[in-house]
């Protein structure tokens, strides 16, 4: 391993109370993920998501842990944002042929209630399925039930390029 690879990690240890050390466990769990290919993204394992789709509905579940967190103690817009990035493109890639993706062009994310508790739950559908152009629809969800947000999202069909 690197040095400073080694230096970086034993600093962050030594100096860490134990949340932290509770949030560098969780992080270097997605990692672990990710290198063994159970998740397909760093973000995938980092966010620890799980995803699911059919019926032409994406679900993801993730826990709310500290990592996610604003300065407020609430899940970041951001991860919310992402999360529901990650349930459309995931959705709008799922019905392409492999040799075609989609890429998010637009997102518009209404946050309606902070997201709290110990899950969160984004359920994404189709709004418009063209062949070179789809709109999607997200909501995000508290595990008591309570929305926390709704987006639409529009995406691009390109073809992957096959080197």
Known sequence: ?????????????ENAGEQDLHVIASMLEGVKDKLAK???????????????VEDELC?????????????LGIVHGGVTATVIDTAMGTLANYILPE???AVTTQLNVHYIAPGLGESLR???RFIHRGTKTMVLGADMYRADGTKIAYATGSFFVVKKDMK
């Open 1 to 13: 391993m690197d040095r400073d690879l080694q230096q970086l990690l034993k600093q962050c240890v």
């Open 122 to 124: 984004c359920e994404a």
């Open 38 to 52: 159970k998740k397909s993204t760093y973000i995938d394992g980092i966010l620890h998501m799980d995803r699911s």
């Open 59 to 71: 679900k993801i579940d993730i826990p709310v842990t500290p990592f996610l967190s604003n300065t």
């Open 99 to 101: 040799e075609y993706g």
